[in-house]
């Protein structure tokens, strides 16, 4: 069963909606909102699955409510977010792919077309769970490319204490899965490359949340750390290949260069 919320500027849309979707046997209408600030509060509290919704709202519109969404650390997981519109701009609907819009439709549309629209995107979630079991087990893998063990222990010590060193709170979501992510990337670099498809899922799996958590949560672990950490400690670690002038790195940069330290250490005590 999807629970689904309702939130639309116009009662008349809402009723409509609301009239529609309640008769769908695989749909359970867990709210309807025709307030922006409400709304968001409400997927917070009520967590449906997938949500209906307006770029234009009182109080707060589509796209703030999207971005509180991305920055609350404490979303278990995201819903799948469907904007209706009747603003056809590529801009705007840029922005709101962008912000986490999962599918845009314009108005006038058709309320069958909008169910079909609310299934095809539960599907997809829904193989995406699925989906997780069939990725690598980096749990189990314990070597490098020359078969040579890693001992994970003295691994994870010196990964927390790089992280400690960085300015990283261990207190935060992000500091496990960036530790969690520099282990899998010692044992295989090339996960990086598929950052999204691979490695996320893979920690997602690990702590029982969601890929998308996972990015941002990293995100702002690696946040919090260019801008409270020791800027000598950073610099010390990333030297020139991140400027610090230009901002933070990215989740894969930053993942990256630590990996590599280890993986440089392990390889050369192994042809030592």
């Given at each position: 069963m999807i629970k689904l919320m309702?939130?639309?500027?116009?009662?008349?849309?809402?009723?409509?909606l609301f009239d529609y979707l309640e008769k769908k046997e695989d749909?359970?209408?867990?709210?309807?909102?025709?307030?922006?600030?409400?709304?968001y509060e409400r997927i917070i509290s009520l967590k449906p699955d997938v949500v209906l919704m307006n770029m234009i709202l009182p109080e707060l519109d589509g796209l703030g409510i999207m971005e509180r969404l991305m920055s609350n650390l404490d979303m278990p997981r995201l819903p799948r977010i469907i904007v209706i519109s009747s603003v056809d701009n590529?801009?705007?609907?840029?922005?709101?792919?962008?912000?986490?819009?999962?599918?845009?439709?314009?108005?006038?549309?058709?309320?069958?077309?909008?169910?079909?629209?609310?299934?095809?995107?539960?599907i997809t979630f829904q193989n995406e769970r699925k989906g997780r079991m069939l990725l690598r087990d980096y749990g189990s893998v314990q070597k490098l490319d020359n078969s040579e063990e890693v001992n994970d222990g003295y691994l994870e010590t010196e990964v927390t204490n790089v992280m400690r060193k960085i300015g990283i709170p261990a207190?935060?979501?992000?500091?496990?899965?960036?530790?969690?992510?520099?282990?899998?990337?010692?044992?295989d670099i090339a996960i990086l490359n598929y950052i999204t498809k691979l490695l996320y899922p893979s920690i997602a799996a690990q702590y029982d949340t969601t890929p998308s958590s996972v990015e941002r949560a990293i995100r702002h672990a690696i946040g919090i750390a260019w801008t409270?950490?020791?800027?000598?400690?950073?610099?010390?670690?990333?030297?020139y290949t991140v400027a610090m002038e230009r901002g933070k790195p990215t989740n894969s940069e930053f993942i990256a260069q630590i990996a590599d330290r280890y993986r440089l250490h392990y390889n050369i005590k192994m042809h030592a």
């Open positions: 309702i939130a639309v500027n116009s009662k008349q849309e809402g009723n409509e749909i359970t209408i867990v709210g309807v909102e025709y307030n922006g600030k409400r709304a590529p801009s705007i609907m840029d922005c709101a792919c962008q912000a986490g819009a999962d599918y845009y439709i314009m108005k006038p549309y058709q309320l069958e077309t909008l169910y079909n629209r609310i299934m095809q995107l539960q207190h935060i979501k992000g500091y496990q899965y960036i530790r969690t992510g520099i282990i899998m990337a010692v044992h409270r950490g020791d800027k000598k400690i950073l610099n010390d670690i990333f030297g």
